[in-house]
Nanobody, 119 residues
Framework: QVQLVESGGGSVQPGGSLRLSCVAS????????MGWYRHAPGKQRELVGL???????KYSDSVKGRFTLSRDNAQSTVWLQMNALKPEDTAVYYC?????????????WGQGTQVTVSS
């Protein structure tokens, strides 16, 4: 069973920084495309960014230039460095592990961590 454990959320003032971590267990970490999503009250869940096993990344336009994804396959960990935070970044952030096989696709989710940006 795949487990994802997130940490690093909290409250910060606008312009501040936070670093989220997600540690995976239960499967070979390298098979996953890892991602971060966020869900703000009253809004749909939004993709923040994706990173594959080679470290190639894709970001949503709303965070491009401010957020940075990285991963360490040996530590089964993915990080989301968030800089220049804005109030609109306030949301619950979820770590996601996406697996594609020959016959199916699977998504695994962490429990979520709250990020609040407020003065």
């Amino acid at each position: 069973q795949v487990q994802l454990v997130e940490s690093g959320g909290g409250s910060v003032q606008p312009g501040g920084s936070l670093r989220l971590s997600c540690v995976a267990s239960g499967r070979d970490f390298e098979i996953f495309i890892m991602g971060w999503y966020r869900h703000a009250p009253g809004k749909q869940r939004e993709l923040v960014g994706l990173i594959n096993r080679e470290g190639q990344v894709k970001y949503s336009d709303s965070v491009k230039g401010r957020f940075t994804l990285s991963r360490d396959n040996a530590q089964s960990t993915v990080w989301l460095q968030m800089n220049a935070l804005k109030p609109e970044d306030t949301a619950v952030y979820y770590c996601n592990a996406h697996e594609t096989t020959m016959i199916n696709e699977y998504d695994y989710w962490g429990q979520g961590t709250q990020v609040t940006v407020s003065s």
